[in-house]
């Protein structure tokens, strides 16, 4: 009889160790799986930011095409950038220069 209750001691102290390694065994995979989900997450957060700035770039680059059909829109664009003017106008200037102080 006490062998018996020898052996099965025994056999709960290996089945109790197998246990514990097994459920941490799982328990690491579950804690991985969740890093690597946590970093896909961050990623496509990212990605989706950078999504968006295209589509808000292109959405402004579209308009800037349309408008370059339009004669007022190109007036004024070389009125300001490069200084054009009309035939008979006078161009006004500020009286600084760059380079004046």
Known sequence: MKQRIKQRKGLFNWF??????IIGYFA???????????????NQAAA???LATA??????????KDDL???DY???IAREEL?????????YS??????SR
């Open 83 to 91: 200084g054009m003017t009309r035939r008979g106008e006078l161009p």
């Open 16 to 21: 109790t160790i197998l246990l514990v390694i």
């Open 69 to 71: 059909n339009r004669l």
């Open 55 to 64: 589509r808000a770039e292109h959405e402004r680059l579209v308009k800037e």
């Open 28 to 42: 690491v995979i579950l804690v991985k799986q969740q890093i690597y989900l946590n970093q896909v997450s961050a």
């Open 94 to 99: 500020s009286g600084k220069s760059v380079g």
């Open 48 to 50: 989706e930011e950078r």
């Open 74 to 76: 190109i007036e004024k």
